[in-house]
C-alpha cells in the first residue's frame, strides 16, 4: 500500500470516531478513498477523499483494500468523451441538469465523468464553460440542438441588442452590443496594427440616467460567449427582446 492508491474502507468507522455508518457512507462515497498519508509505526493509513491533499481520517491497514486498475468499476460503455449529455428528470445536482447541455470531457473510474457546460436556458447560464464532476446514472445522451435558444447575431455592430422588462410600474431596458475597435500603433512603436472586441452594455429604469460598462476581449468568440451569458440571464429575469 503506497500514497495515492485507491482503497475501499471495510471497517464500520474511523479510528478515534463513534459516528454511526451512515457517517462513513456520506464522507466517503461507495466506502472508497485514496491514502495521503501512513504512519508505519502505528500501522495506521490517513485516507482521504482527494489524493492530492493530505488530509483525511485514520484506518488500520487491515481495514482497507487496494483496488487495482483492473477492479475498478468502469463507466458506463454508452457515454465517450466528446458526448453531449442533458440531465434526467429526477437529479441529485442543482447545475447540471435536464436545463443544461453538456460535453463530456475526461471519464474516470467508478462511473463518474467530467462534464462542461455549453447551454443552460435556466438561471445558471453563468456557468455555461465550467466543468463538474458528477455519476453517469444521471444523465443521458442527446442530440444536437435540444434547446431552442434564439441566435443573436453580434457580428455587425450596427445592429445593437436591446431587451426591456416591464413589471408593473417597474420599466427597465438593457442594451448591449460588440464594438470591433482597431489599435492602431505609432509610426515609432514597430508594432502591428491589431484588434480588440468591446462588450458595451447599458440599462437602467426607462425615462431615468442609465449605467454603463464595457469589457475588452481579444478575439469575437469570447465576447459572443460572453454576450450569450448575459442575454440567458437576461431572459430568465423575464426581459423581452425589442430588436
Known amino acids: 500500500m503506497k500514497i495515492k492508491d485507491k482503497v475501499k474502507i471495510l471497517s464500520k468507522t474511523a479510528i478515534g470516531y ?41 484506518f488500520r491497514k487491515s481495514d ?32 447540471t441538469t435536464k436545463d443544461a447541455i453538456m460535453k463530456i470531457v475526461r471519464i474516470l473510474p467508478d462511473n463518474e465523468i467530467k462534464v462542461k457546460i455549453i ?34 447575431k453580434t457580428m455587425n455592430t450596427k445592429n445593437p441588442i436591446y431587451w426591456e422588462c416591464i413589471k408593473g410600474k417597474h420599466k427597465k431596458f438593457w442594451a448591449a452590443k460588440i464594438i470591433i475597435e482597431a489599435d492602431v500603433p505609432t509610426s515609432t512603436s514597430g508594432k502591428s496594427v491589431t484588434q480588440k472586441y468591446v462588450l458595451f452594455r447599458k440599462w437602467g429604469r426607462i425615462g431615468n440616467a442609465s449605467q454603463t460598462m464595457k469589457n475588452e476581449f481579444d478575439d469575437l468568440y469570447t465576447a459572443e460567449q460572453e454576450l450569450e451569458k448575459l442575454i440567458r440571464d437576461k431572459e430568465y429575469k423575464g426581459y423581452k427582446p425589442i430588436f
Open 18 to 58: 463513534e459516528q454511526s455508518q451512515d457517517w462513513l457512507d456520506n464522507k466517503y462515497p461507495k466506502r472508497r478513498g485514496y491514502v495521503v498519508a501512513i504512519k508505519e509505526e502505528k500501522n495506521f493509513i490517513t485516507v482521504g477523499r482527494i489524493p492530492s491533499i493530505n488530509s483525511g481520517n485514520y
Open 64 to 95: 482497507l483494500k487496494v483496488i487495482n486498475k483492473n477492479q475498478s468499476s468502469k463507466p458506463k460503455s454508452r457515454f465517450k468523451v466528446g458526448d453531449k449529455i442533458t440531465g434526467l428528470d429526477k437529479i441529485p445536482y442543482g447545475i
Open 119 to 152: 447551454q443552460h436556458k435556466s438561471k445558471y447560464a453563468s456557468q455555461i464553460g465550467k466543468i463538474f464532476q458528477v455519476d453517469v446514472k444521471h444523465f443521458k445522451k442527446v442530440k444536437e440542438p435540444l434547446m431552442k435558444f434564439k441566435t443573436f
